[in-house]
């Protein structure tokens, strides 16, 4: 009688799945400094403090919100950090950038953050498939986290993998 091997099991490739380190979508807000703008197109300080003193800040509450200005108009330093400074207590963090700019900033802040101690000297897969979408920049920056220290580095899942990098001997 044949015994059945699972190879993938004993050959000691671990998978790091990237999923965690992706934001939720619904974790997203914009603040657009356009309708603090008199005539969309100067800033008026003491209209700008009263304004951002009344707003209602609770949609902001624990997100991740990206902060810009969606006209072209000359805005102050200062009214950023401003709005920063109401942001902060409510918000779970705040960019300065678009949606676009703030997700990957995030995605690579969390990958930054994976312990890869772990991972040191070991064979390694980037899993490719699953519900979660991930980036492009996501695998990049989990390569570029990983390829120093790892034995071997693969895409895909481990019973089918491409080869990415391999330590030298």
């Known amino acids: 009688m044949d015994i059945i091997v699972n190879k993938v099991a004993e050959s000691g490739i671990m998978t790091l799945d990237l999923a965690p380190y992706i934001p939720e979508a619904d974790s997203f ?8 703008l008199f005539r969309e197109m100067i800033l008026r300080e003491k209209d700008y403090r009263t304004a951002l003193q009344a707003f209602d ?3 902001f509450e624990g997100k991740n919100v990206a902060v810009f200005c969606s006209v072209d108009a000359i ?3 200062w009214a950023y950090m401003l709005a920063a400074s109401y942001l902060q207590p409510v918000a779970r963090s705040i960019y ?6 703030m997700k990957k900033w995030l995605v ?3 990958i930054d953050q994976i312990d890869i101690t772990e991972y040191d000297d070991k064979r390694v ?5 699953g519900d979660t979408p991930i980036p492009e920049m996501a695998y990049i920056a989990a390569t570029e986290r990983l ?7 693969m895409y895909g899942e481990p019973c089918s993998t491409v080869p990415i990098y391999k330590k030298p001997k």
């Open 108 to 110: 690579t802040k969390n």
């Open 125 to 129: 897969v980037l899993k490719g498939c």
């Open 57 to 59: 800040w609770a949609p």
């Open 96 to 101: 300065f950038g678009t949606q676009v700019e």
């Open 147 to 153: 390829r120093p220290i790892v034995k071997s580095l």
């Open 75 to 77: 805005i102050p330093m």
């Open 29 to 36: 807000a914009d603040f657009d400094l356009k309708p603090f």
